[in-house]
């Protein structure tokens, strides 16, 4: 088990649940949250998994750890504290959120407390007063809110503007508006039924830019397809390259992991995980799933037959090995530095 933000009594309780607590605080919530943000709940923390951020924290030279790992792009929630959820749509009742936390936390007694499914809980009922929102709503970003304390600190995650980023327009969609237009599928027009291969299907990219849609044939991989989204975003991610459209991509052959994407709605209409692609997800440490079609993909081994809507995260590496090579070291008691440092920690 590891500690890194011991700072509080807040803290000190967070750092003592290890990565099973919190997989078992996310299940346990799951059914309380919100259709809405349910898959999206679950792919956030795929996105910034505690066993990466630990083993950083433990390492002796975090950025040699990163290049050895291959990570790419924005990796630390501590840099984007306001905007890592902005994908959940309990995302607009962030100030709020961020309020209720900061005061359960200023307010955590010496061995006071639930367990971590009954805190969150707790924090998002406050906020959800608060938003005079249902607790549904708030209750994925909450969970969020508090990995973020995890993993970035007490003291960042109060030092954050706490901004909202999206516009008025889309504050006035309800849940059932963003439900309804991820299961909506393209018209194929009059004779659609006589069309196969020539079917064509949007990939919403970011539901919060109504300009992040880009078009793909039936059966067509989405990295294949995301060039026709043809802005130059090498400018916006360093990742991506100048022809290849908003998801970073470099293999094309589930090699590389670059192209990992989460899935908020029509898992069900992209093709199975084959072997190779599985493979690639768990040494990647992304996703460690026997489901057909899961939550986190491979865009460029996911082939579409309906439209999709999909989320890039920030950054991407190959780290699984990694972790599950150190996490057999401290199982053994053969830790090393790691293990010495991860003593020191909890001291």
Not at 2 to 12: A, I, K
Not at 122 to 137: E, G, I, M, P, Q
Not at 159 to 185: F, M, T, W
Not at 277 to 300: F, H, Q, T
Request: with cysteine.
């Amino acid at each position: 088990m590891t500690t890194t933000n011991v700072g509080t009594e807040f803290e000190r309780f967070l750092g003592a649940q290890d990565e099973g607590a919190w997989g078992r605080a996310v299940a346990e919530l799951l059914p309380s949250i919100h259709e809405v943000d349910r898959n999206a709940t679950q792919i956030w923390f795929a996105f910034y998994p505690l066993a990466l951020a630990d083993a950083l924290a433990r390492a002796d030279d975090a950025d040699a750890l990163a290049r050895k790992l291959l990570l790419q792009g924005n990796y630390r929630l501590r840099d984007q504290i306001d905007s890592s959820h902005k994908f959940l749509y309990g995302h607009r009742h962030w100030p709020e959120i961020k309020r209720s936390v900061a005061a359960r936390a200023d307010s955590f007694a010496p061995g006071g407390g639930g367990n971590l499914t009954s805190e969150i809980r707790a924090a998002a009922a406050d906020a959800a007063s608060t938003a005079k929102v249902d607790a549904s709503l708030v209750l994925g970003v909450t969970a969020a809110a508090f990995m973020t304390v995890r993993q970035a600190g007490l003291a960042a995650f109060k030092s954050s503007p706490g901004e909202v980023r999206l516009d008025r327009k889309l504050l006035r969609r309800s849940p059932e508006d963003v439900l309804r237009e991820r299961a909506r599928d393209d018209s194929q027009g009059p004779f659609g039924f006589l069309r196969t291969t020539d079917k064509q299907w949007t990939v919403t990219w970011d539901e919060s830019d109504p300009t992040a849609r880009f078009k793909m044939m039936s059966r067509q991989e989405i990295a294949s397809a995301a060039p026709n989204d043809r802005r130059d975003w090498s400018q916006v991610d360093p990742r991506c390259t100048v022809d290849e459209g908003p998801i970073p991509v470099q293999c094309r052959s589930a090699s590389c992991g670059t192209c990992w994407v989460g899935v908020l709605g029509g898992a069900e209409k992209l093709s199975p995980v084959h072997e190779r692609e599985r493979k690639v997800l768990r040494l990647s440490g992304y996703a460690d799933s026997d489901e057909p079609r899961p939550l986190v993909r491979l865009s460029c081994q996911a082939q579409g037959e309906g439209a999709v809507s999909i989320v890039i995260p920030p950054w991407n590496g190959v780290f699984g090995k990694h972790l599950l090579e150190e996490r057999r070291r401290q199982e053994s008691g053969e830790g090393g530095d790691d293990t010495a440092a991860t003593a020191q920690q909890q001291q």
